[in-house]
């Protein structure tokens, strides 16, 4: 007669009195307590991350493009509507990539700020 022991689940009513009471999150932001300074410290920190990204992008292309034209001479003589490559590219063609890298980071810091949202709302 080898039967198992009855698995028995001891509480105590007073769990919930030993707790502290939770604020919400957007309380701690906007009395700007320590822990809503962290939250707003890595949204912060994000947005940073996404700006230095697309500078960086924008800075490697536009100061890649006259060092590419000068390494390699054959493009100059390419013509786009009677225009040199390089005037074409450098006068026109550059501002399309401008909105849409633009356009990139605008919807990269709404997201992120919209999980940062939700991240808040959940907690």
Do not use: H
């Not at 292309?61 to 490559?85: A, N």
């Amino acid at each position: 007669m080898n039967a198992k022991p009855r698995r028995v689940v001891v509480t105590s009513p007073r769990t919930s009195a030993a707790r502290r009471p939770r604020y919400p999150l957007t309380r701690e932001i906007d009395e700007q307590t320590k822990l809503g300074e962290i939250y707003m410290r890595s949204l912060i920190r994000t947005q940073l991350r996404l700006a230095l990204f697309v500078c960086s992008l924008l800075g490697l292309v536009v100061g890649g493009l006259p060092l590419l034209f000068l390494l390699v001479p054959q493009i100059s003589s390419v013509r786009l509507l009677g225009i040199p490559l390089p005037w074409a590219v450098l006068a026109v063609l550059i501002y399309p990539a401008f909105v849409a890298v633009g356009w990139f980071y605008v919807r990269q810091a709404e997201r992120n700020e919209r999980d940062f949202a939700d991240l808040v709302e959940r907690r």
